[in-house]
Nanobody
Framework: QVQLVESGGGLVQTGGSLRLSCAAS????????MGWYRQAPGKQRELVAT???????YYADSVKGRFTISRDNAKNTVYLQMNSLKPEDTAVYYC?????????WGQGTQVTVSS
């Protein structure tokens, strides 16, 4: 019964910024990992960033220094601040919640960066 709802995607120019949000609802175990993945047409889904319940973070090399992941545990919400966007960042971005070995996915939000 856990659900994830993403928001914040859109169309921006190269060098612009977007802030993605993902809110989890339902029964949430306190120890979990939330993250963002993305998938471009014809490519495999790739991990962008993750953050644990105690704020440990991981970033893919391609976004390190440009993207920042954060979370609000009281709201069960994870954010992805994306700066200095590039055309290669264009993809559908998916929110993920992992509790133990169970993954829940959002429906995705489109991010398009024009050149």
């Amino acid at each position: 019964q856990v659900q994830l709802v993403e928001s914040g995607g859109g169309l921006v120019q190269t060098g612009g910024s977007l802030r993605l949000s993902c809110a989890a609802s339902g029964t949430i175990y306190t120890i979990n990992t939330m993250g963002w993945y993305r998938q471009a047409p014809g490519k495999q889904r790739e991990l962008v960033a993750t953050i644990t319940s105690n704020d440990g973070t991981y970033y893919a090399d391609s976004v390190k220094g440009r993207f920042t992941i954060s979370r609000d545990n009281a709201k069960n919400t994870v954010y992805l601040q994306m700066n200095s966007l590039k055309p290669e960042d264009t993809a559908v971005y998916y929110c993920n919640l992992r509790i133990w070995l169970r993954d829940t996915w959002g429906q995705g939000t489109q991010v398009t960066v024009s050149s």
